[in-house]
């Protein structure tokens, strides 16, 4: 019998945020004190410019902080960049590799992604390794092939440190207000779950699969009851106090 996985709750602030986003942690803050203690892990990935900032006010709170993507190299000549040390040195102790706006945007493939995925280990930062489907793929009955094929590129054979966490997105949930059927979830999450135990044994029992994709206060609280679902990576509802500590109320 493993351990039972501490969920995982992150949020994923994107390209927003300057320094009057900082009075939303500090809001958090203020809610998590007076609550009952959280029953999940609080992760908050703000833009890097936030970073340091944030990890000060996010640390005495029991908040901790996240990068959004590092660079494969530790340091060089990669103008705009930022390496997994330099996440780490401000603070963080996660970071995303792989999210499905970098893939798209930046043309990220798996193999660039696991070699985040090993600078961020290097650096002992925990990625957060995201994968997901498009609305054509899942059209077309792949979703669930596509999702172990990028799970077989995407993490590293080996892993060191303190661990991995997976992140379930399908591409045409995130930011759209649509999420997959309670079923839909389970599925593929079990799925990976599979691949994870026939990969890595008992070390893939105890990595945590977040949900991520229109999580929000109104659904949290059904997605996060699903069979292997162990936390969410959550985008706009993160960026208001309000709605992130619902979400983690809902562990
Ligand atoms: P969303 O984004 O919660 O705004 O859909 C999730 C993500 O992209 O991580």
């Known amino acids: ?16 945020g300057t320094s009057v986003s900082l009075g ?7 809610r998590l004190a007076a609550g009952t203690p959280p029953r999940c892990t609080i992760v908050i990935c703000p833009p890097a410019t936030l970073l340091e900032r944030l990890s000060e006010i996010a640390g005495p709170a029991g908040i901790v902080t996240g990068g959004q993507d590092c660079h494969t190299a530790t340091s060089g000549a990669h103008t705009g960049d930022v390496s997994a040390a330099m996440l780490a040195d401000a603070g963080a102790q996660y970071v995303i590799v792989g999210h499905s706006e970098r893939r798209t945007n930046h043309a990220e493939s798996d193999a660039t992604v696991r070699l985040k995925a090993l600078a961020a280990m290097a650096a002992d930062l925990i990625p957060i390794i995201c994968v997901g489907e498009t609305e054509a793929e899942r059209d077309a009955g792949e979703a669930g092939s596509v999702v ?3 799970i077989a590129a995407s993490i590293p054979a080996e892993w060191t440190g303190k661990g991995i966490v997976v992140a379930y997105e399908p591409v045409w949930a995130i930011g759209t207000g649509r999420t997959p059927t309670s079923a839909d979830i389970a599925q593929m999450h079990l799925t990976i779950r599979r691949e994870l135990e026939t990969r890595f044994g008992e070390r893939g029992s105890a990595v945590r699969i977040l949900y991520g994709g229109s ?13 292997n679902v162990n936390g969410g990576l959550v985008g706009g509802a993160s960026l208001l106090a309000n709605d992130f500590h619902a979400i983690i109320s809902a562990v």
Not at 5 to 16: E, F, V
Not at 24 to 30: F, G, I, Q
């Open 148 to 150: 172990v094929d990028q």
């Open 24 to 30: 939303e942690v500090r809001n958090l803050a203020d």
């Open 215 to 227: 999580m929000k206060p109104s659904n949290a609280a059904e997605i996060l009851a699903i069979a």
């Open 1 to 16: 019998m493993t351990a039972p996985i501490t969920p995982l709750i992150a949020g994923n602030w994107k390209m927003n």
